[in-house]
């Protein structure tokens, strides 16, 4: 399996407080992504990164924010966590867009109370 | 970025054949077809990728028409493990300027039953 980890992979926090999501890969990947699954909704990209300090949004960022200041680690901010944040939140990892594989975490459960 | 269009759900039977079609409509020339799989409270993972024709791997097949507006994900012989979500993924191998955008849609679910 790829080397990726989502820390933390289970937190519950309350409404308004901030939210740091982390994702470490080992495999030295250049693409990194954060998509967030809800019942219904299946796996919607949030934002991604194509390289260090390069990032862009996808189709649901409002409200999230991201960092990736080492190829490694690519983290994912709620600034102040909504209800309607709560969510399982997937990192994925890839060498090259599109025709690539793309490698996922195990997921990250949050609950927004 | 092309959208991709499936149905949101199947059943089967163990030991039948079961075909999933995607369309994608707007594919671009650069766009590859991948097809993912996913278990409850898991993380997708790769099941076959190809760009036109047909691609076979040890669990799949992947067909691809002429016109790649459409693929068909196959899997032979599914059992009760084969019961999943399942998602085609279209995106590009780009160049120094693509950015890499994977967006997903819905998924099919595929039950199969004893």
């Known amino acids: 399996d790829a080397g990726i980890t989502q820390s933390p992979r289970h937190k519950v926090t309350e409404t308004g407080t901030p939210v740091t999501l982390r994702c470490h890969q080992t495999e030295n990947h250049r693409y990194m992504y954060w998509y967030r699954q809800d019942p219904g909704h299946g796996l919607r990209l949030i934002h991604y990164?194509?390289?260090?300090?390069?990032?862009d949004k996808g189709e649901v960022s409002d409200g999230y924010s991201v960092s990736r200041s080492k190829t490694e680690d690519f983290l994912l901010t709620l600034e102040s966590a909504t209800s309607s944040q709560t969510s399982v939140y997937f990192c994925a990892i890839s060498d090259r867009q599109g025709a690539g594989e793309l490698f996922f975490g195990e997921g990250s459960r949050l609950t927004v109370l | 970025l092309a959208k991709t269009t499936q149905p949101i759900s199947m059943d089967s039977y163990e030991g039948q054949e079961v075909n999933i079609t995607c369309s994608h409509n707007n594919i671009a020339t650069n766009d590859y077809i991948t097809w993912y799989q996913q278990f409850p409270s898991q993380g997708p993972r790769f099941i076959i990728q190809?760009?036109?024709t047909k691609v076979t791997n040890e669990v799949a097949s992947l067909f691809i028409p002429a016109d790649r507006k459409s693929s068909t994900l196959s899997l032979p012989r599914v059992s009760l493990s084969d019961t999943a979500v399942y998602y085609c993924?279209?995106?590009?191998?780009?160049?120094?300027?693509?950015?890499?955008?994977?967006?997903f849609g819905q998924g099919t679910t595929l039950q199969v039953k004893p």
């Open positions: 993924l279209v995106g590009s191998q780009g160049g120094s300027g693509n950015t890499g955008k994977l967006i």
């Open positions: 990164s194509y390289g260090v300090k390069d990032t």
């Open positions: 190809g760009y036109k």
